[in-house]
């Protein structure tokens, strides 16, 4: 039981559910509640009404866009994303994020835009949704507007607003996912994010820093030797300052500086290896 | 709130607290004790039920927000005194029950892997089964005949499939 006063509703629609935010002190969206509920339960968190966004059927499935990019519905479960075949080929570091999370059944209930938006908590979708160069979709009071998944790991969703959707680019299966996770927990001590792209890599890592971070410099490091030997990427995340990396139990900078580049090696290999 | 709910295949109606997490309507309203609170907090999956087929753990779930779904706990699987589900029975021969407390968790999330085998008619590998695991602990002696459990369900389900 969730012992503080509280009320529940489910709206009929995303109008319905922007307007009850909007006109009610205290309202939080409830989609797959892995994260939120725990924290309502245990006082982490508080709520004077849950609106219950989980059936919305504009909120929810995985289509293709005329532009050719993914959209990923925010109250999509994890599990649906990790295993739909259009992922899969076609923005693989996603569907790898999406299946390292929790376990089967967090994953069940456990939503895309939920994962995306768990301030604090380092989940494993938002640094997927960075190498991706994905965006993502916001309903608020003044309408709808796009936002890059990096600026929402930077400054999450602005008050009154609902993450609707994730947009990602469809551009093949040159990307790959690596996680080292704590046995207790299944978080990231280090999770790192990769894309190959026309331009170049895209490499994104969480857990290791305060929060999912493209790594430009390192980028530009890896363009400019035209090198990504387990070598080069080692020595192009020494050269990073060693302040990026913020110790937890058990783990200094200079090992989470070390395991980012053994993990964004790897993922690199294993990109490069499915382009 | 005024909600309706079917568990294990009949309807049920009643009011409850918007604040009410499911496993307290299963265990505390409907006393279907079957399905155990471990931690309490998400991790231990003693609490595990399927939810419209999903497995979730119902101390993660409203009693609210599955309103109007179809709940499966452990009774739902066989009446009483009935045969045990290839599965259950699997677990029985391998002795992967074990102390008992975390089985009825175990018995329903490793339902919904080996109804996915299945349906697809494949088998899950060792470490497919450990992972589909991660979520229910086990404080006793371990996963080892769990995971010999889970492989002879899909063997003899496999078997009977290729016999029909």
Known sequence: ???????YVRPAGLDEALALLAGTRGARVLAGGQSLLPDLRSG???????IDVRRLAELRGITRTGTGELRIGAATPLADLAADPEVLARAPELAAAARANGDPQVRNLGTAGGNLLAA???TDLPVAAIAAGAR???????????????????????????LTALLVPATGPAAAFEKTADRATRYPVCAAAVRITADGVRVAVTGATARALRLRDVERRLAAGGDHSTEAVLAAFRAEPRSLFVPGPGTSAEYLGHLAGVLTARALARAAASA | MDISLNVNGSDRQFSAEPGELLVERLRDGLGLTGTKVGCDTGQCGTCVVRLDGRSVKSCLVLTASAAGSEVTTVEGLTPP?????GLQEALRQEHGTQCGFCTPGMVMALGELVDKAAQEGTAPTEPE?????????????GYHSVVRGVQRACAASAAGRQDG
């Open chain 2, 81 to 85: 005194g009935g045969e045990l589900t």
């Open chain 1, 1 to 7: 039981m969730i012992l503080t006063e509280l009320d």
């Open chain 1, 44 to 50: 982490a968190d508080t709520a004077r009404l849950l």
């Open chain 1, 136 to 162: 993502v979709e916001l309903a608020g009071p003044g309408g709808r507007r796009t936002a890059t998944a990096e600026e929402l790991a930077a400054a999450g969703a602005p008050p009154g607003s609902i």
């Open chain 2, 129 to 141: 089964i450990r992972e589909w695991l991660t979520g229910n602990l086990c404080r006793c002696t």
């Open chain 1, 120 to 122: 604090g908590r380092p």
